[in-house]
């Protein structure tokens, strides 16, 4: 995506010379550490900041000393960007930085939960790595429907939309019904008759993909919102009461410690996100489906050229995407909460933020959800614990990341070829 | 357009030039279809055409266009396939209409007449709250609707322009809503926090508003520019860091009205407020004037100025603009300052204007959103953005009245703009349901069509 505009100043230049992008993510995490060392250190306090492996104060515990962490980590956060700016082997280019990144949030952490009040002091892991999970599960299944439609070629902004869409039918349909079943199914269609518009005005009539997500979005919320109005907001019992479904525990799984009790006692959901994950990643990237479908992205006419149908795998690529995102949106509605307007609220974007920060591959976006859900879960923990940080701030965080991402201060970025271009045949 | 491979076509694609675009209603080139001469004897509203004169005849004219896919007619049946779809929505949403459908085959007429009740009831208060009310008596009723029309139209002029000067120079502004938030903020602060005279505080106030888009325009300008970084993601994102921002700053000491304890800001001082146009009692405000000031100027730069010229043959084609001399990465972050200027100053009319007088999360409402659909409405063009604008200020008035007196959610005025703009964007698809026939001269395609 970031290159093919401007060529005469192409984010490859960045390789040149001594300001290599390894050496210039080293020297910003070399002072992002410093940083975190001094400062974090100064403001943390003397008292243990304590992360327990439950989901209460008492149990096993995680405990250092506030300002010895905040130092410890700063101070190792450094040295990982010191190592990257005196240059190191490419391949420990992603684990350093990695690494330098999660010190420096331990680092942060150290600091915050030092200086909490007292009774407050503590972190339970558990609800941090479940929250942590549930904020992200919307934006993986978006982030996945993205995947699905953007590797083959058809950009997909209408996330928002197909899991708005996804979220109402299922309340509705799940309501009228009063199976959850149902529900699920309906939310899957729901996010395909979005999708589905998509496909016919951006492959058929060729409108620009991108004018079409959005203006879908918009006509996803009026219909939503004015249907909520008229009928759930006037029969709410009849309308938007969809039963939800009962967490599922795994056996044996669930008894890991700090894992079991976050990851295996969750809904269906839950479950069905991450082996989505899975399931698309390989069919992605060991399967014919997937060849196909990548080379539709990056070169429909070589692809026609062998006799795949570049349109008809579009259409279904697309109407897939929408049945993954319905599910998504029924993933509020059937698990969590009864629907109301504009429920989604923005969850479609941070989505296609993460296909975007994940490179437009189902383990990537998964990351880059996580790490979203993670960044609003901290947002929730450090409003409840009182922080001086404006909880606003950090939730802009994804963005201002995707920001930075694009912008080739993260990595180079790249869209597949095709994407937003429509294909004509001859 | 910025795609050099000619494949974003539609059957309409033929790159009309303005001019011939402008004319394309009125003066179509005097080759009409022979068959078509039965067509014209119906033609009792119109001119009569003069005998023996060799070109067609004014009337004529009129009546091949009529039925033909041009701007003007794809727009009208656009509007009237989206109130058609709109229809159906308030009769399924309707638990007494549907009623009588479950009877239908034994007593038609019930549900036919229960339905048409509902459907024309809820547009007619649409038009008497958006036009004219028959019934009303006195100067401020019979003007209401108009007033209340042109305050909703006001802010859409100003980000329906900066979309549409985006699009021309081959940019897509997603970014509106979020320069507008910037917009509205500093406006908003510079109405309240400045201690000046009346007259130099709005003009203050407006200036701050203005700067506020520019700056927030500017960020994906720059990015662009120097990075490749595309703008439609990067504006999609300032969108939301613009929304935190605003629910940030609005409970900060010295913004936050200390007389409340939820989110409102302090109220803009009455001297930077824009006066009313029509007694205090209507709605109506100056800046309506600056929108069509803003119109007029956009209209010059982009058809008269340098820099227009520059914008457009950047959005036509960056190859050859930058071949031709033109430096591509300045003028990308221009347009994208101007977008963000123009964008601000919508936001800046949501809270000097009469909508609201202080901040609160929801002050600018869809202004940004809104503003793309305006602009893909009025085909990019200002003057058609300026007449779009008027449609979407109308069908808002009148969504209020249709919500009040006929209980029809204001959100079906959503779901008629979006699917207006949906049937524009697809003129292909208007054409094949109405049978028009191909226009001569009328470039439907709004498209960009060029991917990430």
Same mark, same amino acid.
């Given at each position: 995506?970031? &290159?093919? $505009?401007?060529?005469?100043?192409?984010?490859?230049?960045?390789?040149?010379?001594?300001?290599?992008?390894?050496?210039?993510?080293?020297?910003?995490?070399?002072?992002?550490?410093?940083?975190?060392?001094?400062?974090?250190?100064?403001?943390?306090?003397?008292?243990?900041?304590?992360?327990?492996?439950?989901?209460?104060?008492?149990?096993?515990?995680?405990?250092?000393?506030?300002?010895?962490?905040?130092?410890?980590?700063?101070?190792?956060?450094?040295?990982?960007?010191?190592?990257?700016?005196?240059?190191?082997?490419?391949?420990?280019?992603?684990?350093?930085?990695?690494?330098?990144?999660?010190?420096?949030?331990?680092?942060? =952490?150290?600091?915050?939960?030092?200086?909490?009040?007292?009774?407050?002091?503590?972190?339970?892991?558990?609800?941090?790595?479940?929250? &942590?999970?549930?904020?992200?599960?919307?934006?993986?299944?978006? $982030?996945?429907?993205?995947?699905?439609?953007?590797?083959?070629?058809?950009?997909?902004?209408?996330?928002?939309?197909?899991?708005?869409?996804?979220?109402?039918?299922?309340?509705?349909?799940?309501?009228?019904?009063?199976?959850?079943?149902?529900?699920?199914?309906? $939310?899957?269609?729901?996010?395909?008759?979005?999708?589905?518009?998509?496909?016919?005005?951006?492959?058929?009539?060729?409108?620009?993909?991108?004018?079409?997500?959005?203006?879908?979005?918009?006509?996803?919320?009026?219909?939503?919102?004015?249907?909520?109005?008229?009928?759930?907001?006037?029969?709410?019992?009849?309308?938007?009461?969809?039963?939800?479904?009962?967490?599922?525990?795994?056996?044996?799984?669930?008894?890991?410690?700090?894992?079991?009790?976050?990851?295996?006692?969750?809904?269906?959901?839950?479950?069905?996100?991450?082996?989505?994950?899975?399931?698309?990643?390989?069919?992605?990237?060991?399967?014919?489906?997937?060849?196909?479908?990548?080379?539709?992205?990056?070169?429909?006419?070589?692809? +026609?050229?062998?006799?795949?149908?570049?349109?008809?795998?579009?259409?279904?690529?697309?109407?897939?995407?929408?049945?993954?995102?319905?599910?998504?949106?029924?993933?509020?509605?059937?698990?969590?909460?009864?629907?109301?307007?504009?429920?989604?609220?923005?969850?479609?974007?941070?989505?296609?933020?993460?296909?975007?920060?994940?490179?437009?591959?189902?383990?990537?976006?998964?990351?880059?959800?996580?790490?979203?859900?993670?960044?609003?879960?901290?947002?929730?923990?450090?409003?409840?614990?009182?922080?001086?940080?404006?909880?606003?701030?950090?939730?802009?965080?994804?963005?201002?990341?995707?920001?930075?991402?694009?912008?080739? =201060?993260?990595?180079?970025?790249?869209?597949?070829?095709? +994407?937003?271009?429509?294909?004509?045949?001859? | 357009?910025?795609?050099?491979?000619?494949?974003?076509?539609?059957?309409?694609?033929?790159?009309?030039?303005?001019?011939?675009?402008?004319?394309? %209603?009125?003066?179509?080139?005097?080759?009409?279809?022979?068959?078509?001469? %039965?067509?014209?004897?119906?033609?009792?509203?119109?001119?009569?055409?003069?005998?023996?004169?060799?070109?067609?005849?004014?009337?004529?004219?009129?009546?091949?266009?009529?039925?033909?896919?041009?701007?003007?007619?794809?727009?009208?049946?656009?509007?009237?396939?989206?109130?058609?779809?709109?229809?159906?929505?308030?009769?399924?949403?309707?638990?007494?209409?549907?009623? @009588?459908?479950?009877?239908?085959?034994?007593?038609?007429?019930?549900?036919?007449?229960?339905?048409?009740?509902?459907?024309?009831?809820?547009?007619?208060?649409?038009?008497?709250?958006?036009?004219?009310?028959?019934?009303?008596?006195?100067?401020?009723?019979?003007?209401?609707?108009?007033?209340?029309?042109?305050?909703?139209?006001?802010?859409?002029?100003?980000?329906?322009?900066?979309?549409?000067?985006?699009?021309?120079?081959?940019?897509?502004?997603?970014?509106?809503? *979020?320069?507008?938030?910037? *917009?509205? #903020?500093?406006?908003?602060?510079?109405?309240?926090?400045?201690?000046?005279?009346?007259?130099?505080?709005?003009?203050?106030?407006?200036?701050?508003?203005?700067?506020?888009?520019?700056?927030?325009?500017?960020?994906?300008?720059?990015?662009?520019?120097?990075?490749?970084?595309? %703008?439609?993601?990067?504006?999609?994102?300032?969108?939301?860091?613009? #929304?935190?921002?605003?629910?940030?700053?609005?409970?900060?000491?010295?913004?936050?009205?200390?007389?409340?304890?939820?989110?409102?800001?302090?109220?803009?001082?009455?001297?930077?407020?824009?006066?009313?146009?029509?007694?205090?009692?209507?709605?109506?405000?100056?800046?309506?004037?600056?929108?069509?000031?803003? @119109?007029?100027?956009?209209?010059?730069?982009?058809?008269?100025?340098? !820099?227009?010229?520059? !914008?457009?043959?950047? *959005?036509?084609?960056?190859?050859?603009?930058?071949?031709?001399?033109?430096?591509?990465?300045?003028?990308?972050?221009?347009?994208?300052?101007?977008?963000?200027?123009?964008?601000?100053?919508?936001?800046?009319?949501?809270?000097?204007?009469? @909508?609201?007088?202080?901040?609160?999360? !929801?002050?600018?409402?869809?202004?940004?959103?809104?503003?793309?659909?305006?602009?893909?409405?009025?085909?990019?063009?200002?003057?058609?953005?300026?007449?779009?604008?008027?449609?979407?200020?109308?069908?808002?008035? *009148?969504?209020?009245?249709?919500?009040?007196?006929?209980?029809?959610?204001?959100?079906?005025? @959503?779901?008629?703009?979006?699917?207006?703009? #949906?049937?524009?964007?697809?003129?292909?698809?208007?054409?094949?349901?109405?049978?028009?026939?191909?226009?001569?001269?009328?470039? !439907?395609?709004?498209?960009?069509?060029?991917?990430?």
């Amino acid at each position: 995506m970031s &290159t093919t $505009a401007v060529p005469e100043v192409a984010v490859t230049a960045v390789d040149e010379g001594f300001w290599t992008r390894t050496r210039k993510a080293g020297a910003v995490l070399l002072a992002l550490g410093v940083l975190a060392a001094v400062l974090f250190g100064a403001l943390a306090t003397g008292q243990q900041a304590r992360f327990t492996l439950s989901e209460t104060e008492g149990g096993a515990a995680l405990e250092i000393n506030g300002t010895i962490g905040a130092i410890l980590f700063g101070v190792i956060a450094a040295a990982a960007g010191a190592a990257l700016l005196a240059g190191v082997p490419k391949r420990w280019f992603t684990l350093l930085l990695g690494a330098g990144l999660v010190a420096f949030v331990l680092s942060f =952490l150290c600091w915050q939960v030092s200086a909490a009040p007292e009774g407050r002091n503590f972190m339970p892991l558990v609800n941090v790595v479940r929250g &942590t999970f549930i904020l992200a599960l919307p934006l993986i299944f978006g $982030a996945l429907a993205g995947v699905l439609c953007e590797r083959s070629g058809v950009v997909n902004v209408a996330i928002e939309g197909q899991l708005l869409m996804g979220a109402f039918s299922g309340a509705l349909f799940g309501s009228i019904s009063g199976s959850v079943w149902v529900g699920l199914v309906a $939310a899957a269609i729901g996010g395909a008759f979005i999708s589905l518009l998509l496909a016919v005005f951006a492959i058929r009539y060729l409108v620009d993909q991108v004018v079409m997500g959005i203006v879908l979005n918009l006509l996803a919320v009026g219909v939503t919102g004015f249907l909520y109005e008229r009928l759930m907001q006037t029969d709410a019992a009849k309308y938007n009461s969809a039963p939800r479904f009962s967490n599922w525990e795994i056996p044996l799984l669930k008894d890991i410690p700090l894992i079991g009790p976050a990851l295996f006692r969750g809904n269906i959901f839950l479950y069905l996100g991450l082996l989505l994950v899975l399931v698309i990643h390989l069919a992605l990237f060991r399967t014919r489906w997937g060849l196909r479908t990548r080379s539709v992205g990056e070169h429909p006419t070589a692809a +026609d050229t062998l006799g795949v149908k570049v349109l008809r795998l579009r259409y279904r690529n697309v109407i897939m995407a929408g049945l993954v995102a319905g599910v998504g949106g029924a993933s509020y509605t059937l698990a969590l909460y009864s629907f109301t307007k504009n429920m989604i609220g923005g969850k479609g974007f941070i989505a296609l933020a993460a296909l975007i920060f994940g490179r437009w591959s189902p383990t990537g976006a998964l990351l880059a959800a996580l790490f979203f859900g993670f960044a609003d879960q901290l947002a929730t923990y450090l409003g409840a614990i009182g922080s001086s940080i404006p909880s606003q701030f950090l939730a802009m965080l994804p963005y201002l990341a995707t920001i930075l991402a694009v912008a080739g =201060l993260v990595g180079k970025v790249r869209a597949p070829a095709a +994407d937003g271009k429509p294909y004509i045949k001859g | 357009m910025t795609n050099p491979n000619p494949v974003s076509g539609s059957p309409d694609k033929e790159p009309a030039t303005e001019a011939q675009e402008a004319r394309g %209603e009125a003066r179509a080139t005097p080759t009409a279809p022979a068959g078509d001469t %039965e067509r014209q004897v119906p033609a009792t509203a119109t001119k009569q055409p003069a005998a023996g004169e060799p070109r067609p005849s004014l009337g004529k004219l009129f009546l091949d266009n009529l039925w033909a896919a041009n701007t003007v007619t794809v727009t009208v049946l656009a509007v009237v396939l989206a109130m058609l779809v709109g229809a159906v929505l308030i009769i399924v949403s309707d638990p007494e209409v549907l009623a @009588t459908y479950s009877y239908i085959t034994a007593r038609p007429a019930d549900a036919l007449n229960a339905s048409w009740t509902v459907v024309s009831e809820a547009y007619a208060n649409l038009f008497k709250g958006a036009i004219f009310d028959p019934d009303a008596v006195g100067f401020t009723a019979v003007m209401g609707p108009i007033s209340e029309t042109l305050t909703y139209t006001a802010p859409l002029v100003f980000t329906g322009l900066s979309v549409a000067l985006a699009f021309r120079g081959g940019l897509f502004n997603i970014g509106a809503q *979020g320069q507008a938030t910037i *917009g509205v #903020i500093l406006a908003a602060v510079a109405g309240f926090a400045l201690p000046l005279p009346p007259g130099v505080h709005l003009l203050v106030a407006l200036i701050a508003g203005a700067l506020g888009g520019a700056l927030w325009g500017f960020i994906p300008g720059i990015l662009k520019a120097r990075t490749g970084a595309h %703008e439609v993601i990067n504006t999609i994102m300032l969108n939301y860091v613009a #929304i935190y921002f605003l629910s940030w700053i609005i409970i900060q000491g010295g913004v936050q009205n200390p007389d409340r304890a939820d989110a409102i800001s302090k109220p803009v001082d009455s001297s930077a407020q824009l006066p009313r146009l029509l007694g205090d009692n209507l709605r109506v405000h100056a800046g309506i004037l600056l929108a069509v000031l803003a @119109t007029w100027f956009i209209a010059w730069l982009l058809n008269r100025s340098t !820099l227009g010229f520059e !914008l457009r043959a950047v *959005g036509e084609n960056p190859d050859a603009a930058r071949t031709a001399g033109i430096s591509v990465t300045k003028t990308y972050v221009l347009v994208m300052a101007t977008a963000g200027l123009l964008a601000g100053l919508g936001g800046s009319n949501m809270v000097l204007g009469s @909508t609201a007088n202080a901040l609160t999360p !929801l002050v600018i409402a869809q202004i940004g959103f809104d503003g793309i659909l305006v602009a893909l409405l009025g085909r990019v063009r200002p003057w058609g953005v300026l007449l779009a604008a008027l449609l979407f200020g109308a069908l808002q008035a *009148g969504g209020n009245r249709m919500q009040s007196y006929s209980g029809i959610s204001l959100e079906l005025v @959503t779901v008629l703009q979006a699917l207006i703009v #949906i049937f524009i964007a697809a003129p292909a698809l208007v054409k094949a349901i109405f049978q028009l026939r191909a226009a001569r001269a009328a470039r !439907l395609q709004t498209s960009l069509a060029k991917g990430w």
